[in-house]
């Protein structure tokens, strides 16, 4: 099975940047989906930005223009990294790394610990 470890929340003021990163590890083979989610309090939920084992990426809407997705030059295959840019007090929330492992008509989700990130006005 796959395990994630995420990085890099933290305190930001508005129009600042963050940097999160996921690391998998495990099975990481058979990972079909790489992606981040956001979860404000009192809320649902959200998929943020997903990347494909075809390296389609996917945006929210709130998002686009502001963050990127990529993979980790030097581990492709097992880390990720979304840069976020022009931060706004509305995207203060608990950011999870998810992984979509098994086979791509039968997936099952993983999900990381979560990572607080907190944007002042």
Request: net charge neutral.
């Amino acid at each position: 099975q796959v395990q994630l470890v995420e990085s890099g929340g933290g305190l930001v003021q508005a129009g600042g940047s963050l940097r999160l990163s996921c690391v998998a590890s495990g099975a990481i083979f058979s990972i079909q989906v790489m992606g981040w989610y956001r979860q404000a309090p009192g809320k649902q939920r959200d998929m943020i930005a997903v990347i494909r084992k075809d390296d389609t990426t996917i945006y929210a809407d709130p998002v686009k223009g502001r963050f990127t997705l990529s993979r980790d030059i030097a581990n492709p295959k097992n880390t990720i990294h979304l840069q976020m840019d022009n931060l706004k007090p509305e995207d203060t929330a608990v950011y999870y790394c998810n992984a979509q492992e098994g086979p791509a008509n039968n997936m099952w989700p993983v999900w990381g610990q979560g990572t607080q990130v907190t944007v002042s006005s």
